[in-house]
Structures are given as C-alpha cells and as structure tokens.
C-alpha cells in the first residue's frame, strides 16, 4: 500500500519560515493536500490540489509537490499556526501522512 | 455557511453496533460525495469510507469492509455510518467531511474542504 512520510515533528521561531515535508514514491505525479489540526478541534484544509489555498486560508500558506516530495511552507510563522499538519494523496484510496508536530517557540 | 453536525457516538463494547449520523447544512448535499474519516486517540487521521451523491458507489477502509455500512438520505441532508462488530482498535473520534473529489487526464483532485467536529467511539468493556 501507498505510504506517505512526515517528520513528526518541526520547530520554527515566530516570523521564521516553517517547512514541512511529505514523502512518497512518485509523489510528484499526484495531487497532494494539506490539513491544519490544532489541539481539540477538527482538521482545516490549508491547501489543496499542490498549491491552491481554500479561502480564508492567509497568504503566508503556500504548497509545492515534486519529484517524490511535497512541502507546505508557512512564511512568517505566527503562534497560532502551532498545530499538527497532515498530507493527504490519492492512491487507489485516500492516504494520509502521519502528522508533523508544528512547534512555535 | 457550511455546517456538518456528528451524532451518535458513545461507549460501545466490543462485538456491539453503533450508527453515527451526519447533518449538513449550508450546501446542496445532493451534490457532493460524502467521507468518514477517524482519529484514535492521540494518532493521525484515517479515511473509512466515502460515498457518491446518489449512493451508488461505496468505498471502505480494507480493515472495516463488512462491518461498516456508509449511506445517505438527500431528502434529510444526512450521512450515516453503521458500525458492527466494534472491535477495540475501532476506538476514535469519527469525522464526517465534504468530498468534492474529482478527476481528469492529470490525475485525482482529492480533499476534503469541510469537517465536522466530530464523535467519539469508545469500544471497551
């Protein structure tokens, strides 16, 4: 079965850049999407389709897939982007990464 | 605005049924595919089954195939999921979601643009 790979956890100063990966073979060659969950609450849709933000979603979210790695960038992290982020893909059924800890400290 | 409300949840022992249900507002339902998506406590997220507008097409997790039971009802704007023989490992918060998946010669455009907040299985004697 199709895996997806995420660093469980990440670290970034506020107003840093944070970047977040997600590995699978050929991930390049399929639509890849990210959901934001923070503490108690339900999984956000930041980006979809590679790159294209859901409204709502601040411009500082940004995505790019190639090769076998996907990444969502989040420029001039803020402390209420603390949460966990999962990619998802499609391959013959969903599949979602892991889960990376986002910490804003 | 679109509003996705789970019910049903609740403790269940093990071999037991439980049938959580899915109110959507704000949207045509009729329009869209429809997801369950659990969490067990402290993991990540996992896809269970979704459902085409009409009902005729069903996809399962391989691990519930034969225990879960994924339908709709358009005229009520509702999602439902039977659950049968729970086993422990069931134990999650179950999410419903939008599906506004699709595809074309480039590939899959799978997501899932609106969650509910989701309802707790525990399965445990």
């Known amino acids: 079965s199709y895996e997806l790979t995420q660093p469980p956890s990440v670290s970034v100063s506020p107003g840093q850049t944070a970047t977040i990966t997600c590995s699978g073979d050929?991930?390049?060659?399929?639509?890849v999407c990210w959901y934001q969950q923070k503490p108690g609450q339900s999984p956000v849709l930041v980006i979809y389709?590679?790159?294209k933000r859901p409204s709502g979603i601040p411009e500082r979210f940004s995505g790019s897939n190639s090769g076998n790695t996907a990444t969502l960038t989040i420029s001039g992290t803020q402390a209420m982007d603390e949460a966990d982020y999962y990619c998802?893909?499609?391959?013959?059924?969903?599949?979602f990464g892991g889960g990376t800890k986002l910490t804003v400290l | 605005e679109v509003h996705l409300v789970e019910s049903g949840g609740g403790l269940v022992q093990p071999g037991g049924s439980l049938r959580l249900s899915c109110a959507a507002s704000?949207?045509?339902?009729?329009?869209?595919?429809m997801t369950w998506v659990r969490q067990a406590p402290g993991k990540g997220l996992e896809w269970v089954a979704n459902?085409?507008?009409?009902?005729?097409?069903?996809y399962y997790v391989d691990s519930v195939k034969g225990r879960f039971t994924i339908s709709r009802d358009n005229a009520k704007n509702s999602l439902y999921l039977q659950m049968n023989s729970l086993r422990a490992e069931d134990t999650a918060v179950y999410y419903c979601?939008?599906?506004?998946?699709?595809?074309?010669?480039?590939?899959?455009?799978?997501?899932?643009?609106?969650w509910g907040q989701g309802t707790l299985v525990p399965v445990s004697s």
């Open positions: 979601a939008r599906d506004p998946h699709y595809s074309d010669t480039t590939g899959y455009f799978y997501y899932f643009d609106y």
């Open positions: 998802q893909a499609w391959d013959s059924s969903v599949v």
């Open positions: 459902i085409k507008q009409d009902g005729s097409e069903k």
């Open positions: 704000g949207f045509t339902f009729s329009s869209y595919w």
């Open positions: 389709q590679d790159k």
């Open positions: 050929k991930l390049g060659d399929r639509y």
